[in-house]
């Protein structure tokens, strides 16, 4: 399957300050690209589709304003979480998309917000 | 209700078991249907897609039944290396979207 990278692999910041993960697909020009949120114990949930060249699509109860994302270029999504407090502290999952619903995951962000 | 149910687990079953998850879905529209294997604090990994004839690797075996909405996995003759958290998860080839489930915890004993 294709390859997808996600920088950085962890993060722990103070309260209110913003932080910034890549999600790249290494070997294929991903279109569409998406990201997830996990808690512990939690399932995957979708938190925007990101459409390269195109504004992000979010889900139901997402913030744009405090989850920007940007896709571009077709190998590159980000995805800012502004003014981070404790409760956005959780896993951030990207995905790239390939055919017939098959997508290739990054390996992950861990966020702690002190 | 939940779009994809599963049973959390955890199941506990010794080296070389059988052992059989299942998971339901709400949407009757679905189109593509997945078996994911997530390991502790790592990205879920395609384990295999599920078709309507029912598909086998290896030791694991996708059944999906449409009329019920239910999908299966099956994993004979588990290794240690089973252990992990098993995650059904539903797409719409319309939207690229896929749901998830919260997975069921496998762990397996020597």
């Known amino acids: 399957g294709a390859v997808v990278s996600q920088h950085p692999s962890w993060v722990i910041c103070k309260s209110g300050t913003s932080v910034k993960i890549e999600c790249r697909s290494l070997?294929?020009?991903?279109?569409?690209m998406f990201w997830y949120r996990q808690f512990p114990k939690q399932s995957l949930m979708l938190m925007a589709t990101s459409n390269e060249g195109s504004k992000a699509t979010y889900e139901q109860g997402v913030e744009k304003d405090k989850f920007l994302i940007n896709h571009a270029s077709l190998t590159l999504s980000t995805l800012t979480v502004t003014s981070a407090h404790p409760e956005d502290s959780s896993f951030y999952i990207c995905s790239a998309g390939g055919d017939y619903n098959e997508q290739f995951f990054g390996p992950g962000t861990r966020l702690t917000v002190l | 209700r939940k779009e994809v149910e599963q049973d959390p687990g955890p199941f506990n079953v010794p080296e070389g078991a059988t052992v059989a998850f299942n998971c339901t879905y709400s949407n009757s529209a679905s189109q593509s249907f997945f078996w994911y294997r997530q390991d502790c604090r790592k990205e879920p990994k395609l384990l295999m897609s599920v078709y309507s004839s029912g598909n086998e690797d290896g030791r694991f075996t996708a059944q999906l039944n449409r009329a019920s909405q239910y999908i299966s996995l099956l994993i004979r003759d588990s290794k240690l290396s089973d252990s992990a958290t098993y995650l059904c998860v539903v797409g719409d080839i319309y939207t690229d979207k896929l749901i998830f489930g919260t997975g069921t915890r496998l762990q397996v004993f020597p």
């Open positions: 070997d294929f020009q991903a279109t569409t």
